[in-house]
């Protein structure tokens, strides 16, 4: 339940004041694996993967959502929902405070219903420039009520999960924002509805061992941080180093925890094949 | 005797003078007796007062306490014919999990818990009650057979977490969690879960979905350490004490959060002062508690289960 995946976030927005003056705010970024510096607009083109090496950047919620769903398909539920502060700590309201005007977020995740290639789909998609992601009691209401109108509306779920675990200022409230995601889920399988989890860079803590864990389809984005413990807690605790690729996707899927690592190039049409696979009857 | 903690010192020199004034009274055949009670009174009230006032920080010390009564304790107190099931039929067998089926009360019962050592050797093999995930699916494989045979389930969290390490991130400790958590929402069997000591993050909730959750009185619960959490927002682990009464871990703020359903009272100066007093306490406890359990239809247990789950935490508006 750590949030130790700020060290290996390669994807850094180009800091103006770091960079010379031919470097203009907001046209350019710079790879965070290659260093390779891109124009955005190419950059956006691209589903922000760098065109030199492939990597993949974090997206925000609403890039997500924009590069996933059909255009003008999505309608926003709960976005209204605030943010709680169940103990009233001073820092913590600041740390909201702050993730809110750089993010234009209520909350790290964002919830919704719409169409990919015409296939309705309700979908969760978290976003990792919010608290890292975190989820406390408003992300794990939010990821509930999504599952919920997955089963009211019998509709397929897909979540993105992005989040470096529980978030630790709500206490034991948000540890158990996991079983509450956990029993939603388990109802949307009992009516026999499909559920693909998109596990996207970091998918780590309380969030890998919840809902992200139990898609019937378990789909990862290449190279995303994946697991449960902290790599930093880790190594302090067996004091040595960890394996080159330790706790990616790839290592996961070696492992057999992954269906299927797809780049983000081929993703909507993948799930649009999953979702078409899942209706029912002939056709 | 149990070790002495920091705080605990003005007791202890209380009761190191009575025991002085005992022995001098026996060698010098003068009678003490009043002396000795006036001492043994005011021990009593030192006690009281330190035991009624305690802050968040000196409650973690007691839930870590290493003469703590552990898994094994209890089920030798409040079991009989208990056989321990070993092994996730997948992987191995993990030492910081035990786990079997037992006679508690009448019923006959599947038992599950972290088990931590006593001392060093001990925790060596018990890995300090961290487990593995084969430690999760060993648990997950005797909570379905307690289903297909109708017992109950009883699980004892004891853990200050999932263990940090490369073999336990390889085998999909993630999805273990997980799927324990998911086993337990749909298990249809009444489940008791108790917080015997520590209840560190989702190790500890990996066997607490329950349709009870009792805390024993100084037994502690949160997402994270309080070393953990002072090191990580405050970048400053020497401020654990502090962080301890920020995340609100003890029985009474777990209780008071919606999270706990029942507090166990343990002996006055906790549970590793009397074990079995300790054990008597939690048994009647239990007790009631299965009692009321087995009543419900499994079916229905289920329902309430989720429901029991689906408010903690609720947002105020809306
Ligand atoms: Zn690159």
């Known amino acids: 339940?750590?949030?130790?995946?700020?060290?290996?976030?390669?994807?850094?927005?180009?800091?103006?004041?770091?960079?010379?003056?031919?470097?203009?705010?907001?046209?350019?970024?710079?790879?965070?694996?290659?260093?390779?510096?891109?124009?955005?607009?190419?950059?956006?083109?691209?589903?922000?993967?760098?065109?030199?090496?492939?990597?993949?950047?974090?997206?925000?919620?609403?890039?997500?959502?924009?590069?996933?769903?059909?255009?003008?398909?999505?309608?926003?539920?709960d976005a209204d929902v605030l943010p709680v502060n169940p103990f009233k700590l001073t820092?913590?309201?600041?740390?909201?405070?702050?993730?809110?005007?750089?993010?234009?977020?209520?909350?790290?995740?964002?919830?919704?219903?719409?169409?990919?290639?015409?296939?309705?789909?309700?979908?969760?998609?978290?976003?990792?420039?919010?608290?890292?992601?975190?989820?406390?009691?408003?992300?794990?209401?939010?990821?509930?009520?999504?599952?919920?109108?997955?089963?009211?509306?019998?509709?397929?779920?897909?979540?993105?999960?992005?989040?470096?675990?529980?978030?630790?200022?709500?206490?034991?409230?948000?540890?158990?924002?996991?079983?509450?995601?956990?029993?939603?889920?388990?109802r949307l399988g009992d009516a026999g509805q499909l559920y693909i989890s998109v596990l996207t860079d970091p998918t780590t803590g309380g969030v890998s061992a919840s809902f992200a864990a139990l898609?019937?389809?378990?789909?990862?984005?290449?190279?995303?941080?994946?697991?449960?413990?902290?790599?930093?807690?880790?190594?302090?605790?067996?004091?040595?180093?960890?394996p080159e690729g330790f706790q990616s996707a790839e290592f996961f899927k070696q492992r057999g925890f992954i269906d299927s690592i797809v780049p983000r190039s081929e993703l909507k049409g993948t799930l649009a094949r999953l979702l078409e696979l899942h209706l029912q009857g002939v056709k | 005797m149990a070790a002495i903690l920091e705080f605990e010192k003005p007791i202890q020199e209380l009761e190191n003078k009575i025991s002085e004034l005992r022995s001098f009274s026996k060698e010098k055949g003068i009678d003490l007796s009043n002396e000795i009670s006036i001492l043994e009174k005011r021990a009593m009230e030192v006690r009281e007062s330190i035991y009624g006032n305690l802050s968040s920080w000196q409650n973690v010390l007691i839930a870590r306490h290493p003469e703590r009564p552990?898994?094994?304790?209890?089920?030798?107190?409040l079991f009989t014919d208990f056989l321990e099931m070993h092994g996730d039929r997948l992987y191995g067998d993990d030492p910081a999990v035990v786990g079997g089926i037992g006679r508690f009360n009448g019923h006959a019962v599947t038992l599950i818990g972290h088990l931590k050592g006593k001392d060093t050797k001990e925790n060596l093999v018990r890995n300090f009650g961290m487990a593995h995930p084969e430690g999760y699916r060993k648990?997950?494989?005797?909570?379905?057979?307690?289903?297909?045979?109708?017992?109950?389930?009883?699980?004892?969290?004891?853990?200050?977490?999932?263990?940090?390490?490369?073999?336990?991130?390889?085998?999909?400790?993630?999805?273990?969690?997980?799927?324990?958590?998911?086993?337990?929402?749909?298990?249809?069997t009444p489940i008791i879960t108790v917080v015997i000591g520590e209840g560190g993050s989702g190790g500890a909730l990996a066997f607490g979905v329950g349709d009870r959750i009792l805390m024993q009185e100084h037994a502690i619960y949160s997402v994270i350490s309080p070393e953990g959490y002072a090191s990580i927002l405050w970048k400053d682990s020497s401020r654990a004490r502090e962080a301890a009464d920020v995340i609100r871990l003890t029985a009474q703020a777990i209780l008071e959060l919606g999270?706990?359903?029942?507090?166990?009272?343990?002996?006055?100066?906790?549970?590793?002062?009397?074990?079995?007093?300790?054990?008597?306490?939690?048994?009647?406890?239990?007790?009631?508690?299965?009692?009321?359990?087995?009543?419900?239809?499994?079916?229905?247990?289920?329902?309430?289960?989720?429901?029991?789950?689906?408010?903690?935490?609720?947002?105020?508006?809306?």
């Open chain 1, 91 to 186: 820092d913590y309201e600041n740390k909201l405070t702050v993730a809110r005007s750089k993010s234009s977020l209520n909350e790290a995740v964002v919830t919704g219903e719409g169409t990919i290639e015409g296939f309705p789909v309700v979908i969760a998609v978290m976003d990792a420039h919010f608290m890292m992601g975190s989820m406390g009691t408003v992300v794990g209401e939010k990821i509930t009520r999504a599952v919920e109108a997955a089963v009211s509306g019998e509709k397929p779920l897909i979540i993105f999960a992005a989040s470096g675990g529980a978030r630790m200022q709500e206490g034991i409230l948000s540890l158990m924002q996991l079983v509450k995601t956990v029993e939603a889920v388990a």
């Open chain 2, 259 to 318: 999270v706990a359903d029942k507090i166990v009272p343990e002996p006055l100066g906790g549970a590793q002062r009397d074990p079995e007093a300790a054990a008597e306490l939690l048994g009647q406890c239990l007790a009631e508690t299965l009692d009321e359990l087995v009543e419900i239809e499994p079916e229905k247990l289920v329902l309430l289960r989720h429901d029991k789950f689906r408010v903690i935490g609720a947002l105020g508006a809306d």
């Open chain 1, 215 to 242: 898609g019937d389809i378990i789909i990862a984005e290449p190279d995303a941080l994946i697991g449960f413990a902290g790599q930093r807690v880790i190594e302090q605790t067996i004091r040595q180093k960890l």
């Open chain 2, 70 to 77: 552990n898994t094994h304790d209890y089920i030798e107190y």
């Open chain 1, 1 to 77: 339940m750590v949030l130790d995946v700020f060290r290996k976030q390669k994807s850094i927005a180009v800091q103006p004041e770091l960079e010379s003056r031919e470097i203009p705010e907001g046209i350019w970024s710079k790879c965070g694996s290659c260093s390779e510096i891109l124009l955005n607009k190419d950059l956006d083109k691209n589903l922000k993967v760098c065109l030199k090496c492939g990597f993949h950047f974090r997206l925000t919620a609403h890039e997500r959502i924009k590069f996933t769903l059909d255009s003008k398909s999505f309608r926003e539920m």
């Open chain 2, 139 to 188: 648990a997950m494989r005797l909570m379905k057979q307690a289903e297909k045979f109708r017992r109950p389930v009883i699980c004892f969290i004891d853990t200050p977490g999932a263990y940090p390490g490369i073999g336990a991130e390889e085998r999909g400790q993630f999805e273990a969690i997980a799927k324990s958590i998911l086993t337990m929402a749909k298990l249809k």
